[in-house]
């Protein structure tokens, strides 16, 4: 009953060489590959918009959060919605969602706003926390 | 029968970006002559979207009226795009706090325009000719 409370479901996804995951409830959408319409002066991380269940959505590249190349054109799209605010973040590869039980600190991780990780398949991946990223992009704008 | 809304606008390219500005801000479109002068803003630059530095752009965008006109440069003017009002979208929050001179986007053709805020833009361009003056 206990692990079964504190259980989640994720959504590994990989940028790059990097494996991560994200919060498999707030995700609407995996698309393919799309065209994102190129946006630049604010935020880093913000690099386009792309139009999705009419409306436009902001498109946000993780690789600012990893240290890795920037590349817009990535093999899949995941849309999420996090606290109201739709994002679509470009990935190269987007797995099962799976359900881990354990979620611990990340002290370790080299990716921003991923204060926990999680065991997929044996192997710690950072869990991404997108809602604090958005709110930290907004934030830095007010 | 259902009315359909519809918005005209002017699309162009700059520095790689695809911008619509409503046609009843444009005061005029010309051509840039090699002895124009060369510091007209790149519109793009303006809209905070691209690095400063000197325009290559070969077209003048004008927006405003009478002697508050103020030219912009572009690369390319696309012609004059009309658009459904529904096929143009509020851009999201993240966009409009951090990039507010980006209005909306709007969907031509199977390809996304951003909608620039054309008012706020010539009103920066005429504050930045009188810094420069």
Request: aromatic residues 2%; negative net charge.
């Amino acid at each position: 009953m206990s692990a079964e409370a504190s259980s989640r479901v994720v959504l590994p996804i990989e940028v790059g060489p990097v494996a991560i995951t994200v919060d498999a409830t707030a995700v609407r959408e995996v698309l393919g590959p799309v065209a994102v319409t190129r946006l630049a002066g604010g935020p880093p991380a913000l690099v386009g918009v792309l139009p999705w269940g009419g409306r436009a959505v902001a498109v946000l590249d993780v690789s600012t959060l990893v240290g890795i190349d920037e590349a817009l054109e990535r093999a899949r799209t995941v849309v999420l919605d996090v606290a109201g605010a739709v994002v679509a973040l470009p990935v190269d590869r987007v797995r099962e969602p799976r359900v881990v039980t354990e979620e611990r600190p990340s002290h370790a991780s080299r990716v921003a706003f991923a204060p926990s990780e999680v065991d997929v398949d044996g192997r710690a991946h950072p869990l991404l926390d997108v809602a604090q990223w958005v709110g930290s992009l907004v934030g830095a704008s007010a | 029968m259902t009315a359909v809304l519809r918005r005209s606008f002017v699309a162009l390219h700059d520095r790689g970006f695809g911008l619509a500005i409503p046609c009843e801000a444009v005061h005029a479109l010309a051509e840039r002559r090699g002895g124009d002068d060369a510091t007209v803003p790149s519109i793009s630059t303006s809209l905070g979207l691209a690095p400063g530095g000197a325009s290559r752009g070969s077209r003048l965008v004008v927006l405003g009226d009478g002697e508050a006109c103020v030219a912009f440069a572009a690369d390319e003017v696309l012609g004059v795009v009309e658009v459904d009002a529904s096929d143009v979208l509020a851009m999201p929050e993240l966009v409009r706090r951090t990039l507010p001179a980006l209005l909306s986007l709007a969907l031509v053709d199977g390809r996304s325009l951003v909608v620039v805020d054309a008012e706020g833009l010539a009103s920066r361009g005429r504050s930045e000719e009188a810094n420069d003056a």
